[in-house]
């Protein structure tokens, strides 16, 4: 089944605490991005990846890492999370760059204490 | 400020009404435009897109561009509770797939 994976799904964790979340496609799309999602706010973009060794920030980059040394794979690092990185997270891919429809993975909930 | 605004709702309607969602953006560099619909606890999927001004239908549901007034648009026709869901517009900032997504309307269809 064609689909974005991302893991853990859940997670509760403590003010600077290192986390990273997963994030994986099956599809063979060179083009991954990472939102967050925060009540009245919507979907912002935090980073996103053309293609494997190349990547760039969206709009909401401060205090969050990615890279890119496989296709299929995109993991979001929190180097030091705080209480404003309390979200929900996204992680979406899209067969090119240039193909706007962007398929998305189920989402992880984070709560930083 | 946001590129593109949304009303956050919620928009409660009865089975079988139209259901009128509505965007506006800022910059008339955007050309293209996503209506993205969002169950709850599930990530968006893609439900209709379009390039220009004017309609484009797919079966119960209509995108509408006015780029004059930079107003997007989406209809859902005789409306079922299966409809209900956080409905999210979007427009692409360059060629790179940099999304700007509206907050998203939260649509609630009452049997």
């Known amino acids: 089944e064609a689909q974005v994976t991302q893991n853990p799904r859940y997670l509760i964790t403590v003010t600077g605490k290192k986390l990273t979340v997963t994030c994986s496609q099956n599809m063979n799309h060179e083009y991954m991005s990472w939102y967050r999602q925060d009540p009245g706010l919507g979907l912002r973009q935090i980073y996103y990846?053309?293609?494997?060794?190349?990547?760039d920030k969206g709009d909401v980059p401060e205090g969050y890492k990615v890279s890119r040394k496989e296709k299929r794979n995109f993991p979001l690092i929190l180097e030091s999370p705080s209480p404003n990185q309390t979200s929900l997270y996204f992680c979406?891919?899209?067969?090119?760059?240039?193909?706007?429809?962007?398929?998305f993975g189920p989402g992880t909930r984070l709560t930083v204490l | 400020q946001k590129e593109v605004e949304q009303d956050p709702g919620p928009l409660s309607v009865p089975e079988g009404a139209i259901v009128s969602l509505n965007c506006t953006y800022s910059?008339?560099?955007?050309?293209?435009f996503m209506w993205y619909r969002q169950y709850s606890r599930k990530g968006p999927e893609l439900l209709m897109y379009?390039?220009?001004?004017g309609n484009k239908e797919d079966g119960r549901f209509t995108a509408q561009v006015d780029k004059s007034s930079k107003y997007i648009s989406l209809f859902i026709r005789d409306s079922q509770p299966s409809d209900s869901a956080t409905y999210l517009c979007a427009s692409p900032t360059d060629s790179w797939g940099k999304l700007q997504f509206g907050a998203g309307t939260q649509v609630v269809v009452t049997p």
């Open positions: 990846s053309m293609n494997v060794e190349v990547t």
């Open positions: 979406a891919s899209s067969p090119t760059t240039s193909n706007h429809e962007q398929f």
């Open positions: 910059n008339s560099a955007f050309q293209y």
């Open positions: 379009t390039y220009s001004s």
